[in-house]
């Protein structure tokens, strides 16, 4: 499993970041348990229901399958 609280991002067609800058931006914003420290994982596309929703369990089985293979 991740160390910790981590990230998938999905960046729109023609923006950039790191993940150092997202973490930073994140972890200046939230409760220092709250804290990026499992990661961020950049996605072509984060799966969404038909109400544009992110199915939390559908983020938790990719980050087990990510710990799997050491990716998180």
Known sequence: MA???GF???L???QSGSTEDIAESVN???LRTKRITGGVIFQESIP???S???PRNMLRD???AD???ANF
């Open 28 to 30: 200046n914003k939230v």
């Open 3 to 5: 160390r910790g609280p």
């Open 67 to 69: 710990a799997r293979t």
């Open 52 to 54: 544009e929703k992110v």
């Open 62 to 64: 990719m980050a087990k």
């Open 12 to 14: 729109k067609p023609g």
């Open 48 to 50: 969404k229901s038909p």
């Open 8 to 10: 998938y991002v999905e």
